[in-house]
């Protein structure tokens, strides 16, 4: 009985693990680049052309990581709209839910004007 008790707690103890743990670092730095079809201020939504699909992604509270292509020019979230192209930096949570982490406008046309 006493090794039944000492399997069952050693269980809990490695399901606890397993849960706590951090991510995979496969979860990081996934890419989606295409059209942007919806924006607002709780998430965006983007299409990609070749793929023929079209991903969700949340955007935090005060999300402040929208670039120009080279990387050296912040943008405002609130140039962002529809029709442009972009590049999407996320990961995708436990729970399966996609974040934003930075946005990356891609110019073509120069869509965008400061």
Known sequence: MRK???FA???????????ISPQSAEAKN???TGR???VST???KVYNPTGHQTLSFLLLPKFKNVFSDNGKTTYQMA???NGMYVKVWYDQ???GARHADKIYV???GAMIKS
């Open 79 to 81: 140039k962002i709209h």
């Open 9 to 19: 707690a050693a269980a809990w103890l490695l399901l606890a693990a397993i849960l």
């Open 42 to 44: 709780t998430n965006i």
């Open 93 to 95: 949570g436990f729970l």
């Open 36 to 38: 942007v079809v919806h």
């Open 4 to 6: 039944l008790a000492l």
């Open 30 to 32: 996934k890419i989606w």
């Open 106 to 108: 891609i110019n073509n």
